[in-house]
């Protein structure tokens, strides 16, 4: 992980209202939120505000490094492929949150021993 800002990261976040800017997902704690670099560090993005955009996770985990994948990865229609799994991602995970505690995937996995 690369060294940056926790104060800029809270800023950005604070600017986009604590929801990630592809997939709408709201988080005031913050805590499942990052700062995504649209120019990343290694490409002379500068570490500041203008150039940080709010990210879940999973938005952030799936999105391209080069900036115009990002940019064509933001722009996606809300119904592509991605960013529906990760909405029916979420909602599974929000009506079923049993089926994401802690061990529960353990559990599974002796289950199917059974079979
Ligand atoms: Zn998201």
């Given amino acids: 992980?690369?060294?940056?800002?926790?104060?800029?990261?809270?800023?950005?976040?604070?600017?986009?209202?604590?929801?990630c800017q592809k997939c709408?997902?709201?988080?005031?704690?913050g805590a499942k939120l990052e700062a995504h670099h649209i120019i990343p560090l290694y490409l002379m993005?500068?570490?500041?505000l203008n150039n940080l955009i709010t990210l879940c996770f999973d938005c952030h985990h799936y999105s391209p490094d080069k900036p115009e994948d990002f940019k064509e990865?933001?722009?996606?229609?809300?119904?592509g492929t991605l960013t529906t799994l990760i909405k029916a991602?979420?909602?599974?995970?929000k009506e079923h949150?049993?089926?994401?505690?802690?061990d529960s995937f353990s559990k599974i996995?002796?289950?199917?021993k059974i079979f």
């Fill in 1 to 19: 992980m690369r060294k940056r800002s926790k104060t800029l990261k809270i800023k950005a976040l604070k600017r986009d209202n604590f929801v």
């Fill in 45 to 48: 993005g500068k570490d500041e």
């Fill in 109 to 112: 996995k002796d289950k199917t």
């Fill in 24 to 29: 709408g997902f709201e988080d005031k704690t």
């Fill in 97 to 102: 949150p049993e089926l994401f505690e802690e």
């Fill in 73 to 79: 990865y933001m722009g996606e229609e809300t119904e």
């Fill in 89 to 93: 991602w979420k909602l599974v995970r």
